[in-house]
């Protein structure tokens, strides 16, 4: 006869603890928290430190119930687990009034407050906009003054800082930059993103200020930033401070940043001499004329991916030939990703293009938007064949005048096809035709 005096245990209950701390880790602030209701082990596992590493916090311009609920929640919790947290990452999602800045400014500088004691090692804050009319002086301000006085206590451990789109003043923005090294005369940091940081279409490259506040950053790894930064005394501060560190250089180039500036070779040849692991990455966002190109894209420097994005503007002035055919090929030996996004109706480019990939001899990454011929797939995919060139990710978007496409799919299909096993072993693939009209 059996005996079933005792409960029969569920299998949960002998769950590795490794393996239960899995689990919560895929749950909401608000299942976990009713699972820690379970029992001693259950809670025991919403208290370890690993569920609250990473931490996003999100503000929504038009909340809804839901939304304010859950921002709610995420303070509560950011809170009263701020000891294990390590990665913070904020978001004002669409701020429309001035009642919305001034909410977050106050929510932003009690959480502060309560994180002075955090062991934080990145905080990502992108996006603010503070230039915006919605940002009354006085909040903007403050909240500069709150997450200043922020950096200056986490600046001794902080490895990463994002103030993408901060959109701030000179000395609003150096303020910043500059409570991260308060405590001491220079700074550790590695990573720092400072893309749009600056107000529109201001010429950082020409203010003592700024090089005064580069200065105190010392083995910077990953620097992202305008190109309206960069100057011949900025590339002699990132030699001087940060030689044996800097790996990699992210500069964005907007055709609305000042980039009439001249920096010269031999600034990036001494550069590279002693950062010899640097690899330059560029950002063009229409700009596109070859003389602008010209005068950025120096042979000098160590380019490691390139991309050309026109945002479907067309200009007649923006030809793209000489580009494709006497300034990237510099790069042949470097280059191992390039994106274009042309709107290149007034010029086809296959023959230019091909021979620009067959001459980069460490290509892996292409991904085009472009007027094209479809049978530039075939050529290019019959180039790969022959292993005359080592792309491993292929991306193209073929524009075309047509809106009936069906013709150049099947063309399409019919490419495919013949290079399907290459396609399916060795490719990251994906070709489409796109209506243009």
């Known amino acids: 006869m059996e005996d079933d005096s005792k409960p029969e245990q569920s299998f949960w209950t002998h769950l590795p603890d490794v393996c239960l701390r899995h689990v919560f880790h895929w749950l909401d602030d608000r299942d976990r928290s009713q699972a820690a209701l379970v029992c001693k082990k259950w809670n025991w596992a919403m208290y370890s430190g690993s569920l609250w590493r990473k931490r996003t916090i999100t503000f929504y311009g038009r909340p809804s119930r839901a939304h304010i609920l859950e921002l709610e929640s995420a303070l509560w919790h950011t809170k009263k687990f701020s000891k294990y947290l390590r990665h913070l990452e904020i978001k ?80 609003e923005g150096c303020k910043l930059l500059n409570s991260l090294s308060c405590l001491t005369s220079k700074n550790f940091i590695s990573k720092l993103n400072i893309e749009d940081f600056f107000s529109v279409q201001f010429a950082a490259y020409s203010s003592t200020l700024f090089h005064q506040t580069m200065s105190k950053f010392h083995s910077v790894v990953n620097l992202t930033f305008n190109y309206s930064c960069i100057s011949d005394e900025l590339l002699d501060i990132l030699r001087e401070h940060s030689p044996h560190s800097l790996c990699t250089l992210n ?90 996004e042309l709107n290149n109706d007034h010029e086809l480019l296959d023959d230019e293009l091909l021979q620009l990939i067959l001459a980069c001899k460490r290509l892996l990454f292409l991904k085009v938007w472009a007027f094209l011929s479809v049978t530039f797939m075939e050529r290019l995919l019959q180039n790969r064949a022959e292993r005359k060139c080592i792309l491993t990710t292929i991306k193209v978007r073929i524009y075309t005048t047509r809106q009936e496409t069906s013709e150049d799919d099947q063309l399409l299909h019919g490419i495919y096809k013949k290079f399907k096993y290459l396609i399916d072993s060795e490719l990251h693939y994906f070709v489409t035709t796109y209506p243009m009209v």
């Open 92 to 171: 004002l999602l669409n701020p429309y009034n001035t009642a919305i800045t001034e909410n977050f400014q106050g929510t932003i500088r009690d959480l502060l407050s309560h994180l002075g004691n955090s062991h934080l090692v990145s905080l990502r804050i992108e996006h603010l906009q503070l230039n915006r009319l919605i940002w009354k002086n006085a909040v903007r301000a403050q909240f500069i003054n709150n997450l200043a006085t922020f950096l200056k206590r986490t600046g001794k451990q902080l490895d990463y800082l994002n103030l993408k789109g901060a959109r701030v003043a000179l000395a």
């Open 251 to 340: 500069i964005k180039c907007h055709i609305h940043d000042p980039h009439e500036q001249v920096v010269c070779g031999t600034s990036w040849t001494n550069l590279v001499k002693r950062a010899p692991k640097l690899n330059v990455n560029f950002f063009f966002e229409r700009l596109m004329k070859h003389n602008d190109l010209a005068r950025i894209l120096l042979a000098e420097i160590p380019v490691r991916s390139i991309s050309l994005r026109s945002c479907y503007s067309s200009d007649p002035e923006w030809i793209m030939r000489p580009t494709l055919t006497s300034l990237l090929p510099a790069y042949w030996h470097v280059l191992q990703e390039l994106t274009l």
